[in-house]
C-alpha cells in the first residue's frame, strides 16, 4: 500500500504564496503519474498538477502562470508551489499517485492538507 503524507498548508492573505509537499512511502519510478488535486466545500475534487505516466505536466487552467509542480526524485516528494493564491483557492489539497498492479490502475490518496486564503 503506498502511503502520502501532505504538509505545508495553512492561512494566507490574497496574493500570498504557499508550498505544499507531498512524501511518498515508496520510490516515485514505481508510480504511473503523481500530482496535486483539491477540493472545495461543496464541489468536485479537480485536478490541480499532476505528471503524466510520460513525465508532461498537466496544470488547470485556473492556475496556469501561479503555480508550479515539482519532484525530487531522490526524496520521493511532489512539492506544489503556489503563488498570488486568490480565495477561490480556498480548498483541501490533496496529493495523488496512480500505480499499475497487473495492468491495472490503482489511486492512492493522502490524507489532505487545508488552504484557506482570505484576509
Known amino acids: 500500500q503506498v502511503q502520502l503524507v501532505e504538509s505545508g498548508g495553512g492561512l494566507v492573505q490574497p496574493g500570498g504564496s504557499l508550498r505544499l509537499s507531498c512524501a511518498a512511502s515508496?520510490?516515485?519510478?514505481?508510480?504511473?503519474?503523481m500530482g496535486w488535486y483539491r477540493q472545495a466545500p461543496g464541489k468536485q475534487r479537480e485536478l490541480v498538477a499532476a505528471f503524466t505516466s510520460s513525465g508532461s505536466i498537466n496544470y488547470a487552467d485556473s492556475v496556469k502562470g501561479r503555480f508550479t509542480v515539482s519532484r525530487d526524485n531522490a526524496k520521493n516528494t511532489v512539492d506544489l508551489q503556489m503563488t498570488s493564491l486568490k480565495p477561490d483557492d480556498t480548498a483541501v489539497y490533496y496529493c495523488?499517485?496512480?500505480?499499475?498492479?497487473?495492468?491495472?490502475?490503482?489511486?492512492?490518496w493522502g490524507q489532505g492538507t487545508q488552504v484557506t486564503v482570505s484576509s
Open positions: 495523488n499517485a496512480i500505480k499499475l498492479r497487473i495492468g491495472i490502475p490503482y489511486n492512492y
Open positions: 515508496e520510490t516515485f519510478n514505481s508510480m504511473y503519474g
